[in-house]
């Protein structure tokens, strides 16, 4: 016979640690897996050092446009004479650095590697408290926050980092590229993060819907705050330069349509359900 007695205040503390104990076990483990495949760990920063962003434009040209002669198959041209690989040397500074440098990637492949348990966790722990309606949407809103913030992080990596890549690459001709492995490091664990973080918007705004808090309406009537608001939080999430906060800016603001949508879905699903009853 199953317990549904309420817990007291310390069980439910004692429950809570032993969750965080687990999710802390399980990233240390996936941190220790990680230090395993240090070897691949220059080969992952290099990635968005070759990706050529021109060539696949041009290939996407290529592909939804066949025709030769008119203005996108110039345009093709153009961007395949512009492509080049970004040429820049990763460096240590010092012993101390790249001890820092790949604890730091360590760390942030066992938090990733680790994730799964640690969400498993927090669900463990929070789907008691839900009711029945809620409990019915939790598992959709998980899978949706996973999909969308690794969606940002997979947009960061193989599209915003190897064109800001090659913009500072590309300035001052006359000096080389040789970056340090700890900014390196800290660029893109930051680029990676900000905007995973910021693609969660549109669930954002659906939750609030969903809850009442704000209505597509509202969030139409805020749309010129919110743009703010956005540039804003694109200058805080993202690296300290203007083209990584544009690159994820203008996503951003086309999520937050996005978000309107899917308000005015949940609206109207809750309007709905509200006149079936």
């Given at each position: 016979m199953v317990d549904e007695r309420p817990m007291t205040f310390l069980e439910h503390l004692d429950e809570l640690r032993t969750r965080i104990f687990r999710a802390l076990i399980a990233i240390v483990l996936g941190t220790v897996i990680s230090f395993y495949f240090n070897?691949?760990?220059?080969?992952?920063?290099k990635i968005p050092l070759t990706i050529q962003i021109n060539d696949i434009l041009a290939g996407f040209i290529d592909l939804v446009h066949k025709k030769d002669g008119s203005l996108l198959s110039f345009f093709s041209l153009v961007l395949r004479a512009r492509s080049h690989v970004v040429n820049a040397e990763l460096f240590k500074e010092g012993p101390l650095e790249g001890i820092l440098a790949f604890l730091g990637i360590s760390v942030a492949f066992g938090c990733l590697l680790a994730s799964p348990v640690v969400l498993y966790?927090?669900?463990?722990?929070?789907?008691?408290?839900l009711k029945d309606?809620?409990?019915?949407?939790?598992l959709p809103l998980f899978f949706l926050v996973c999909l969308f913030f690794t969606a940002g992080s997979m947009f960061a990596y193989f599209v915003v980092a190897p064109v800001v890549l090659q913009f500072s690459a590309g300035l001052f001709p006359g000096l080389q590229n040789q970056w340090m492995i700890g900014r390196h490091v800290s660029?893109?664990?930051?680029?990676l993060?900000?905007?995973g973080i910021g693609f969660e918007l549109p669930i954002v705004m659906g939750f609030l819907a969903r809850i009442g808090v704000i209505d597509a309406n509202g969030f139409q009537d805020r749309r010129r705050y919110a743009i703010v608001l956005i540039f804003i939080a694109s200058a805080l999430l993202t690296p300290a330069d203007a083209l990584s906060m544009l690159l994820m800016a203008i996503p951003l603001i086309a999520l937050y349509e996005m978000g309107i949508w899917i308000a005015v879905f949940v609206g109207r699903r809750e309007h709905t359900n509200v006149e079936s009853v």
């Amino acid at each position: 016979m199953v317990d549904e007695r309420p817990m007291t205040f310390l069980e439910h503390l004692d429950e809570l640690r032993t969750r965080i104990f687990r999710a802390l076990i399980a990233i240390v483990l996936g941190t220790v897996i990680s230090f395993y495949f240090n070897k691949y760990v220059v080969f992952v920063l290099k990635i968005p050092l070759t990706i050529q962003i021109n060539d696949i434009l041009a290939g996407f040209i290529d592909l939804v446009h066949k025709k030769d002669g008119s203005l996108l198959s110039f345009f093709s041209l153009v961007l395949r004479a512009r492509s080049h690989v970004v040429n820049a040397e990763l460096f240590k500074e010092g012993p101390l650095e790249g001890i820092l440098a790949f604890l730091g990637i360590s760390v942030a492949f066992g938090c990733l590697l680790a994730s799964p348990v640690v969400l498993y966790q927090i669900w463990a722990f929070v789907l008691p408290a839900l009711k029945d309606t809620e409990k019915r949407i939790a598992l959709p809103l998980f899978f949706l926050v996973c999909l969308f913030f690794t969606a940002g992080s997979m947009f960061a990596y193989f599209v915003v980092a190897p064109v800001v890549l090659q913009f500072s690459a590309g300035l001052f001709p006359g000096l080389q590229n040789q970056w340090m492995i700890g900014r390196h490091v800290s660029f893109m664990i930051r680029l990676l993060l900000g905007f995973g973080i910021g693609f969660e918007l549109p669930i954002v705004m659906g939750f609030l819907a969903r809850i009442g808090v704000i209505d597509a309406n509202g969030f139409q009537d805020r749309r010129r705050y919110a743009i703010v608001l956005i540039f804003i939080a694109s200058a805080l999430l993202t690296p300290a330069d203007a083209l990584s906060m544009l690159l994820m800016a203008i996503p951003l603001i086309a999520l937050y349509e996005m978000g309107i949508w899917i308000a005015v879905f949940v609206g109207r699903r809750e309007h709905t359900n509200v006149e079936s009853v």
